[in-house]
């Protein structure tokens, strides 16, 4: 049993099998000769063996080599791709992608806890995605999920996240007490590049409607978010949100996140995770790597890998209590599943 946990709660399958992109292609083709296709599910033959050769010199070896224990891992965000097809295109590639994540938590389960996609197809109900994530929990034993707030890919057709369009996967994450982590997919927008200013521009949008809004907390009381990339822009201008917030006479900021929206650590310099924790409450941070993800290449001003984000937590000058509380224990209140799943594999 391990007290001392490192559990990364932001990572992506980033490095499939190819036959994952085949059978996604065909679905594009199969698009190109019909918009309306109504796809069915079929198969991808995947071996378990392919799997842990994607895995065993890219992710696990990263998890050794920086000392973290345990990475909450979802499909690849950028390939998700709401936008692409009709609502039977997103159901059966988010189940494909949702179950390969299933296969590598049962093949490595002390390394791997599962984070569900959602099949959020622009224009369609989301009682589909409510239905997914209940499966992933329910049968798959996943802790969360991925919400993108733009399934449209940069061009922001959906309602605000706290319109009730949302409120049936809300419904749905709150009767089975489990968080979103917010996070949109590829830009089709040439005006919205994906993961410069798409993903962090939909980070900062999202805190935005989530600490505006007057009525969603009240009407889901446990409900709980995960901005990512260390909240986009949202705490180098903390000044300007706690003084919009002021403006139109909602509470002090702290109390709006306060138990509903936390931030990752996936910034990717000393300097932006200092300002992080200066600024956001201890008790509203989750550490995060998202390695192999947007960034991959090492620093030239420091010799280290842009990612490795446990280095910049080390270093911090938090005291050692804060730094377990960041590497562990705010994941484990935050995903309330998380403990189960632990004791399960035998890592508490």
């Known amino acids: 049993m391990n007290s001392n946990l490192i559990i990364d709660c932001h990572g992506h399958y980033t490095t499939a099998p190819e036959e994952l992109g085949e059978y996604r292609e065909q679905q594009k083709a199969d698009l190109e000769i019909d918009p309306l296709f109504q ?27 920086r000392g973290t224990d345990v990475t909450i891992f979802s499909p690849r965000a950028s390939w ?23 296969r590598i938590t049962e093949l490595y389960p002390q390394n791997f806890i599962g984070g569900a996609q959602l099949p959020q197809s622009p224009g369609s109900s989301i009682e589909a995605s409510a239905t997914e994530l209940e499966r992933c929990v329910t049968e798959l034993g996943f802790v969360g999920c991925n919400l993108s707030p733009d399934p449209s890919g940069g061009h922001w057709t959906a309602p605000r996240l706290d319109d ?12 089975l007490d489990v968080p979103a982590m917010i996070h949109v997919s590829a830009s089709c927008n040439h005006c919205m590049d994906t993961t410069g200013s798409h993903y962090l521009g939909a980070d900062t949008a999202a805190f935005q409607h989530l600490m505006m809004s007057q009525t969603l907390f009240k009407d889901f009381p446990d409900l709980k978010y995960i901005i990512p990339h260390g909240g986009g822009a949202v705490p180098y201008h903390w000044g300007r949100f706690r003084g919009l917030a002021d403006m139109i006479g909602l509470s002090n900021l702290n109390e709006i996140i306060d138990r509903h929206i936390y931030f990752d650590t996936c910034v990717y310099h000393q300097e932006g995770i200092d300002l992080l924790l200066d600024v956001i409450p201890t008790d509203n941070i989750l550490f995060a790597s998202e390695m192999i993800g947007a960034v991959r290449g090492v620093d030239p001003t420091t010799g280290y890998y842009f990612d490795d984000t446990k280095r910049y937590i080390d270093d911090s000058a938090l005291d050692n209590d ?8 705010n994941a484990r209140k935050v995903f309330s599943r998380l403990d189960n799943r632990l004791l399960e594999v035998g890592l508490l």
Request: with cysteine; net charge negative; aromatic share 12%.
């Open 39 to 65: 796809h069915i599910k079929g198969i991808i033959d995947i071996s378990d063996d392919q799997i842990r050769d994607s895995l065993e010199g890219a992710q696990l070896k990263l998890q050794n080599e």
């Open 80 to 102: 998700m791709g709401h936008h692409i097809g009709n609502q039977s295109t997103s159901k059966f590639w988010t189940e494909h992608c949702n179950d390969l994540i299933y």
């Open 164 to 175: 009730e369009y949302w409120y049936p996967i809300y419904e749905k994450m709150s009767e």
């Open 322 to 329: 804060k730094k377990q509380q960041l590497f562990s224990g």
